[in-house]
Structure formats: C-alpha cells, structure tokens
C-alpha cells in the first residue's frame, strides 16, 4: 500500500488565529489517541484534500519539524454548509502493532445475471463493513462479487465478501448486502396483464326474462290486491 505522508505544523487554538488560518488556506486540525495528549495543528488545504484521496480511509503520515512522524486516521471531517470546503480534521493517532475496528465502504464488482432481463432491480441495503485489522491493513473498500445475483430469490450477504488478507469481518455473516427486487415496469405488465384476463360475466337473455317477468307479475298482483 503506498504511504501517504501530510506535512503540519503546530497551532494556536483562539478563534482568530483559526480564521487566520483558513484565510491563508490552512485546515486546522487535532489529534489525539495513541496514549497522548490532543495535539492541535494546522495544513495546507490542497496538501490536504490529496493525502485524504490518496489514503482514503487507510493511513496518513503526519510530518512535523523536529517531531516524531505520527500514524493517523481521518475519523471526522467538516466542511462548510455552502462551500462544502473543509473547515476541520479529526486525526486518530493509532498503533500500528494494535488490531483496530473501522468500518469500510463496499465496492460492487461484476454484473449480476438477473438483472439483464430487465424485469428485477437491484436494492442496496449495506453502503459500509466493520473489519478488524491493523492500521495498515486497513483496505480502501471491499469487493462484492455481483455475479452471484443470478435469481430473484438471491442474495450478497457479508460472508460473501471478499475480505483481504489479515482482515476479519466483524459485521454479521448473515447481513445483506445486496439484494434483488422485481422491478415497477415488471409489476405494471403483470397488473395489465391480470386486467385484459378479466371479462364481464356473460348472463343468460333467458335468466333476464324470467326475472322480469317475475317483476311484471309481482306488480300485477299487487294491482289486483
């Protein structure tokens, strides 16, 4: 996995010098765990949106003058509501001899069978896993093989996924992924289908006559009376 390194440098924490910052276009930033006090700490935004693409939810290096490197993962991020510019990080500083719990996207490969005939769509219902590995095993996402989808009554599950080396799934075996639903355009043409196999029910003119001759003689009863 190649290393993605983030160069910072140490901060202030008043709200000025924040805003001095972000206007230099700096991200302030914090990090904590690892057994250490919170360390807060300023980069370069566009050095900073790179390493968070570069790593995605894996490891960063985080580089400061005169300074031990620190193993860091990105564990929150906020961005500005019109913007959508980062406004500020959350680092994790980890171990990497301890095992750690994330959760991590899931990526669809292949085509699923049963939905070439047009007739099934394909329902989501898991965007993410929890694993269990180290820092440095953390993968970017893991595979789920779509091929297996070849009937409606089929199913990805977890344990279906491909989960790399030293990585341990934590989620569920039994939890679905991905699964196959008949789609609306299928139903509508069963529903019309069902409609044109119904008729009015055909009624005898005999049966017809009889009934209204037994009106006709009622009421002629009924005259007489």
Known sequence: MEKTTL????????????????????????????????????VDARALHKALVSAGRGLIAIEMEKAPMIQVLTREIQRDPVKRNIIHVDFQAVSLTEKLRVTVPIEQHGVAPVLETGDYVLVR?????????????????????????ETEADSVLASDLAMPENVKLVTAADHVIFAVTISR????????????????????????????KGKAAKADEDFED
């Open 125 to 149: 219902v898991a965007d993410n896993v929890e694993i269990e590995c180290l820092a440095s095993d953390i993968p970017s996402y893991i595979i789920a093989d779509m091929t297996k989808l």
């Open 185 to 212: 355009a299928a139903v509508e043409a069963e529903e019309e289908e069902e409609l044109e196999g119904v008729g009015e029910e055909e009624v005898e003119p005999g049966e017809v006559e009889v009934i209204a």
């Open 7 to 42: 160069q910072a440098e140490s901060r202030g924490s008043g709200r000025h010098e924040v805003r001095e910052l972000r206007l230099q276009e700096r991200v302030p930033a914090v990090i904590y765990g690892a057994s250490q006090e919170p360390q807060v700490i300023a």
